[in-house]
C-alpha cells in the first residue's frame, strides 16, 4: 500500500540497532529524561481527563519524538477516534531556536572547514526552528542566495532514547493487559522511527526534491528549488532561496495580477497528476509549502512524500469509478483487497453499508461533493466493519483533504472531484491501447476455453463421488454467531442466577437457627465464615454452638436415636413398660435437662 517514500522494508519490520545501542550507552540521561516526562504528565493532570486538545498539548510539550509519534497516530483512524487523529494533525514542530554558535558548529564540523570559506554570509536569525532543523538563509561566494536545512546537534541520540523508553512502555503495557491491546504501540514505534530516521537524514529529501523535479520539469506552471547537491550532506541540505508569496495571501496575489481560480484549477490538476500519474505525492501541502513565483507554483518541504504502487494506483482509480459509477460489488472489492481484515467480515453488513454510502453521495452533484470528508466517511466505514486499512492510505486521505482545503480558502469556485474525474476519464483515453487490450481479450477467451475443456470431467467426478456416499456439503448459516453468542449470555446468566438463589435459600435457612458462629472464642463474622462449609448441609460441627467435640458427637448420636426410634403408636404393654421407667431414661434416652444439647 501507499508507504513514505524513504521508509523501507527493513525499517518497517524490525527496529534499527542504533535504537538499542543508544539507549544502553547512557542510562543517566535516560533516567533524567524519564523524570522531566513525568513532570510534564503531572503537569498537564491527565488524571482528570485527556481531550484531544490535551493530548496534542502533552506530546508537543514532551518535544520532537512525541511529536513525530502524533504525527504517526494522526494518520491510523483504525486506532484513535476521529476526533483525535483531526487534532494530531494539527500538531507542529516549531521550537525555540538554537543560539547560532550551536549551528555553526555543525555546519564547520560536517564541511571540516571554516564556515567563511564555504558561504560568503550567513544570516544569524534563523528563517524557522522545528524539532530536527532550522533554517537560515546565507549567500554562495558567486552571489546566489540559498537557504540553509541544518540539523539540531545530539537530536538524534535524544529520539533514540526516547524511543528505547516508549517500547520499554509498550512492552509494560502489553504485559499488564495480556497482548489485548486496541493500538499496537510496536507497530506504530517502528514506523514511527524508521520514518524520523528517513528526516533526519537530508540526503533523502534531496532525493525526493530532484526526483519531483524530474516527473514535472515539462509542467510549465510547476517549479522547485534547485538544490545544491555538492554543499548538501546528511545534516546540512542547501536549495536555491525562494523569493515568492505563500498561496494564501489572497489580496497580494491578486493585486499583482493573478487569477486565484486558475491558480487553484492548476493546483488541483497536478496534485491529481501527482497521484494517478507519477504515484509520488506532496504528503503535507499545507499554504507555508505552496508559494507563488514568475507566474509558477513552488512546491517547497520534500521531507514527508508518499508513494503509490501500481497495484495501489490502479486500486485507487477503481475506487473512484465504482463510486462514479455507482457500482457497490466493486468498491467492496477494491476496499476488501485494500485493507487488512481483522477477524471474520459481515459480507451483508459490509455491503449495505457501501450502499448506503454510495446512494448518499451518488445523487449529489459533483461540485458540491467534498472528496476530504468523503475519503473519511470510507475509512471510519472500514473501520466499522473490522477492516484495517494501511497508515499509507491515510497519508493520501490527509493529503486530499489538506489540498481540498487549501484550494476551498483560496478558490472556492474550483471543485477538486471534479477535477479528478475529469482528470481519470482524459486519462482513461490517453492510456487506452487497442492492441493491449486485444492481446488480454485473446488470453482471457482461451482460458476460459480451457477450463471449459474440463468441467465435463469434473462433473463426472462429482456424481461418482455422489454415486458412492463420499460427498459432503458444508452448509453455512450467515449471521448465526450473534445469536449464539445471545444464547450463551443467557445460559450464563441463568446458571449465576440458579447459584445466586441457592446460596441465599442456604444463607437463610442458617439464620432461622438460632446458632451463634463462633471460631475457637471469637463469635460474629470469622465465625461465619469459618463454619459456612460445614454447617451448609446442616450437620452442625459443634464449633458454631461452642460446644466440645464430645457433646458434638453425643449431639449427633442423640439424634440419630431419635430418628431410628420413630414409631407410629407404642402397643399397651409397651406403654406400661414406658411408664414404669424413670421420667429421663424413657426409650434409653436421656431426657432430663443438659445445657448443651437443644432438641
Known sequence: MTQTSNQNHENRKTPPASVKEAGGSDNTAMGSRFRELLGILRRHDLVRGLTPEKLRAVLEDMGPTFIKLGQI???????????????????RADVKPLPF?????????????????????????????????????????DGRQVVLKVQRPGIQQVMANDILLLRKAAGLLKLLSGGDQPVDLDMVLTEMWAVAQEEMNFLKEAGNLLEFEDLNHEIAYIAAPKLEKKLSTGKILVMEYIEGIPIDQIQTLEAMGYDMTEIGEKLADNYCKQIFDDAFFHADPHPGNIWIRDGKIVWLDFGM??????????????AI?????????????????????????????????????????????????????????????????????????SMLGRGVMTIEGVITACCPQVSVIQIIVNHLAGGIKDQFDVRQAGVSLWKALQGFLNKGVT????FSDVLRMAAKGQTKLNLEIVGSEEPLQKIDRMVNKLALCIITAGLTVGSSLLCSIELEPKWGEFPGPPGWATCFPCCSSASFCGTCTGESGSQSKLARRSAA?????????????????KASQPAGCRDGIHTGANPSIEL
Open 73 to 91: 497516530m494522526s494518520m491510523h483512524p483504525d486506532m484513535l477516534p476521529k476526533e483525535y487523529c483531526q487534532e494530531l494533525s494539527k500538531l
Open 101 to 141: 554558535s550551536e549551528i555553526k558548529g555543525v555546519i564547520e564540523e560536517e564541511y571540516k572547514l571554516p564556515i567563511q570559506e564555504v558561504f560568503a554570509h550567513i544570516e544569524k536569525e534563523p528563517l524557522g526552528s522545528a524539532s530536527i532543523a532550522q533554517v537560515h538563509k546565507a549567500s554562495l561566494p
Open 305 to 318: 512524500m508518499g508513494r503509490l504502487t501500481a497495484r495501489d494506483k490502479s486500486l485507487f482509480r477503481q
Open 321 to 393: 469509478a465504482a463510486l462514479a459509477n455507482r457500482d457497490v460489488y466493486e468498491l467492496k472489492n477494491v476496499i476488501l483487497t485494500l485493507g487488512v481484515v481483522k477477524g471474520k467480515v459481515n459480507h451483508t453488513r459490509l455491503y449495505t453499508d457501501l450502499d448506503d454510502f454510495v446512494t448518499r453521495y451518488g445523487d449529489l452533484d459533483l461540485g458540491s461533493l467534498n472528496m476530504g470528508q468523503l475519503l473519511e466517511e470510507l475509512m471510519d466505514l472500514a473501520k466499522t466493519n473490522g477492516i484495517s486499512l494501511p497508515a499509507g492510505l
Open 455 to 458: 468441467v465435463p470431467a469434473q
Open 561 to 577: 436415636a431419635i430418628r431410628s426410634s420413630t414409631r407410629q403408636i407404642d402397643s399397651p404393654s409397651a406403654a406400661r413398660r
